[in-house]
């Protein structure tokens, strides 16, 4: 999916269609317009393709999703993820360092912001995947840690992640990271579960 704006556009999951961005690019500084480009992504990337977008993306938006390749199996049946993820990530960082680069309206126009979702009962995945980024990449990238997890319905009577994080969870996984002494970025509150709740019954699915 593309997002555009005047200022940004946004390559949303772009991987299966990555081959596609140079062209799309290209096309728009071909009419004079020159936004920030903007690669979101779940990290599941290898290093070619990384490196073929390399030249058309200003700033790297990954998730980090799991240092646990049981629960990669699981639940996104990729048990070679965090290997390839983190092979990505560090791929995203030779680009374009740990830094993230804002104008005089404190809007970011380069660099990497990393995402990682609090999964409920799985406190030991977000320990361990904040212990590796503080070890691998650093504690002055700038991070998301997002607590908006909200499972669908069909959800509710399965495991764990039939629930929505307990405030206790939430506590412990940001002091965790205040722990290790990140100092950038952004730490998402309990209530944004509330929030990011698309009705897809509904035309325009994502007003509240």
Request: proline fraction near 4%; include cysteine.
């Amino acid at each position: 999916m593309l997002e555009e704006s005047e200022q940004v556009v946004g390559f949303v999951s772009p991987t299966h269609y990555a081959h596609r961005v140079a062209a799309i690019v290209e096309a728009l500084h071909r009419r004079g317009r020159r936004p920030t480009v903007v690669y979101n992504t779940n990290c599941y990337d290898s290093i070619e393709t990384l490196r073929m977008v390399e030249p058309y993306v200003d700033i790297y938006l990954p998730d980090l999703k799991y240092s646990d390749a049981g629960l990669a199996a699981r639940y996104s049946h990729a048990a070679d993820y965090p290997e390839r993820a983190r092979e990505a990530l560090l791929e995203m960082v030779r680009q374009r360092g740990t830094g993230l680069l804002t104008d005089e309206e404190g809007l970011a126009f380069r660099g990497i912001i990393i995402r990682h979702l609090i999964l409920p009962g799985q406190l030991q995945n977000t320990f361990d995947t904040l212990d590796w980024i503080a070890d691998n990449i650093g504690t002055r990238v700038h991070l998301s840690l997002m607590g908006q997890y909200n499972p669908p319905q069909a959800m509710e009577a399965v495991d764990e992640l039939g629930r929505r994080l307990t405030q206790e969870e939430y506590d412990a996984a940001a002091a965790h990271c205040e722990q290790l002494g990140f100092a950038h970025g952004w730490l998402q509150s309990l209530e944004a579960a509330d929030c990011y709740c698309p009705d897809f019954s509904k035309k325009d699915s994502f007003e509240q």
